[in-house]
């Protein structure tokens, strides 16, 4: 494919040896970090063409491409890459990996330096504002001093925002794309039910499984969880219907609808790339957010001189609609110049990453006045 | 209280002792089955105000009144009782408890006359059209013909439907509430979530827990997933917003959220009062439940002569008010007399249980009516 970017690779970048440790939040030292990353396209010489990619909770650093002998792409490749809304001809594109993570950054399943032992609940908490400033060594490491862009969807959308606050003088433009200033309690409900999944299972352990029985069926049912809040009413109906399985057993409580399947399914898959104490830190993270910090949004933004695209997805009720609204007002009563947009879409929370051409078509645009107005 | 029924009694009926064993619609025989019920008020001499009240999922008998010494009434005591929306001073009360359940009707905590030891997922796989062929044969145990109506929400309400189809000579009115003719995928996803939770549990065993350690763990998690879907996004807003639990502890993973907080004391409660297996087979009963069995739902209608009151609550996303909207739909191109009324509510799916005033003024009157027709 012409608009493929081909084979890409993942890259490690390690920083804040001791003594120069990174100050989590919560005010503890976490040693080296390395934060998986990828690159896509070329920085210009005036490096005024980076734009950062965040991802979701489950994602990783490898938005687009392929990894040598894989058969699927990144997770955004449809939206990543030459002529595509992140122009790789264009724009030099990075995807970062979080911290907290299990996608090759530091994270509850790294090795703890002081003990030698793989760290588990010994792992210090985690914020988005700690996985941003990370990201912000990322990008003064490859020379950056001002990115183009920030954009990424639900918790990538999170990030954003955070850039928004605490790093205003560091982005040309903003794109928070199907996500919220602060989890509702709906929102945190959800995911507190994936974490009890988790802990209800007993090869837990109290968060020291590794070298032993993973608990995989706890994470695979936070998954499900989780997988079905993606989704919406009509996705479900138009997928799966009341469709029975053909291939049903004998035995009770087997999957007998396409949906149990599928849900199994994917809670199993799952499983196989996924570090349950990950799951527990990283939907904390998300949980504990509040970009305003109680505070109304308008007053923490005011420093931000950025233009500004906020996208939602109608059926989206995991994040709904109102929540884009708040961020979309709090923009406008600091003076912000934002755009909002609804699309209409069917999928879900999931649109953000199926409804590819309404969704490029807005970011293409956006960009590109962004990017003229430095040029002008 | 004057409006209150005091201290009432949970009663027992046995029936279908060998050689005259009910036939389930697995082609499985039972053996000797036992409802639990209650009863209200008093039957008149024409046996015509009879009112068969039918419970949700994790309901049972006790819909009204105290149990001797107990501080909480039953399920639905706001809406019966002398003068209340079901008048125990004009109606005949009856509430039955579902087999496959584990609140003294037949299930599979039971033993299994065969063996002698506890059927566990030796129970034979239970329908919604069984649980209402059992509470047929309570209904003619009490000498009633015909019951002036049936009622219920939620699981009830399937239950109301199958009378309305099955039973249609029996009733001279039904009033199902909050419910579906059938589950859709998404109503299927949430069920399959819990069941895979419980089954998760390395207590589950196969379902042979009995006299050895119960599966809490996992059926507190299924209670958590169920108790999101039974509230609405204003509720848990008003409810809890993003308050902060005051006794927060150091330890990781503990509730931070009064919604954390509030889920996991939902769960735990509910493991004290809720047999795992019958959470495995109530669920798959109510998804595999198709009132009208692939047709239209219309045509299974026909023989139907009550009239119908359909209710549905706005803020219901887990039995949306589009499903009672297919229930009147049906009923009017089978000629029914149907009324349908959608209440202003924000309890979500709880409603029914809650959203007191405005579903007891429709119920009084329907039921006024209905009682009317028959003395005119």
Not at 110 to 119: L, M
Not at 129 to 140: R, S, Y
Not at 145 to 156: D, P, R, T
Not at 302 to 326: C, G, H, M, R
Request: proline share 4%; glycine share 8%; net charge positive.
């Amino acid at each position: 494919m012409s608009d493929s970017l081909g084979i890409v690779e993942t890259k490690y970048f390690s920083f804040a040896e001791p003594p120069n440790e990174l100050t989590l939040e919560s005010g503890e030292k976490l040693g080296s970090i390395t934060l998986a990353y990828e690159t896509y396209g070329e920085l210009n010489k005036e490096k005024t063409n980076a734009i950062l990619i965040l991802h979701a909770f489950s994602g990783d650093a490898h938005a687009a491409g392929f990894h040598k002998g894989a058969r699927k792409p990144g997770w955004w490749d449809n939206m990543i890459g030459p002529g595509k809304a992140f122009d790789t001809e264009k724009y030099f594109i990075i995807c970062s990996n979080v911290i907290g993570g299990c996608q090759g950054s530091t994270g509850p399943g790294s090795i703890n330096p002081k003990t030698n032992k793989i760290y588990g609940l010994d792992f210090p908490m985690v914020t988005i504002k700690d996985m941003v400033n990370t990201q912000v060594q990322l990008i003064n490491f490859l020379g950056i001093k001002k990115l183009l862009s920030a954009a990424g969807g639900s918790m990538g959308g999170m990030q954003v925002l955070q850039w928004m606050v605490n790093y205003p003088k560091k982005i040309r433009s903003a794109i928070p794309i199907a996500t919220s200033a602060k989890h509702s309690p709906m929102q945190i409900a959800f995911n507190e039910v994936g974490r009890q999944a988790i802990m209800a299972d007993s090869h837990w352990l109290n968060g020291n499984y590794y070298n032993k029985k993973k608990p995989v069926k706890g994470l695979s049912v936070a998954r499900m969880v989780g997988h079905i809040t993606y989704m919406s009413e009509n996705s479900m109906e138009s997928k799966f219907s009341r469709r029975l399985k053909t291939d049903r057993g004998p035995a009770k409580f087997t999957a007998d609808f396409e949906v149990e399947g599928y849900l199994r399914y994917t809670g199993d898959s799952f499983t196989k790339r996924f570090d349950p104490n990950s799951y527990l830190y990283i939907t904390k993270a998300m949980d504990l957010f509040d970009a305003a910090k109680g505070k109304p949004l308008s007053h923490v933004l005011k420093n931000l001189d950025a233009q500004v695209l906020v996208i939602a997805f109608k059926s989206d009720w995991l994040y709904p609609t109102s929540q884009s609204k708040e961020i979309v007002k709090a923009c406008k009563m600091a003076g912000i110049n934002a755009t909002f947009c609804e699309i209409d879409s069917n999928y879900g929370h999931d649109a953000f990453l199926l409804e590819v051409e309404k969704e490029a078509h807005l970011i293409k645009h956006f960009l590109q006045k962004v990017y003229n107005d430095i040029e002008d």
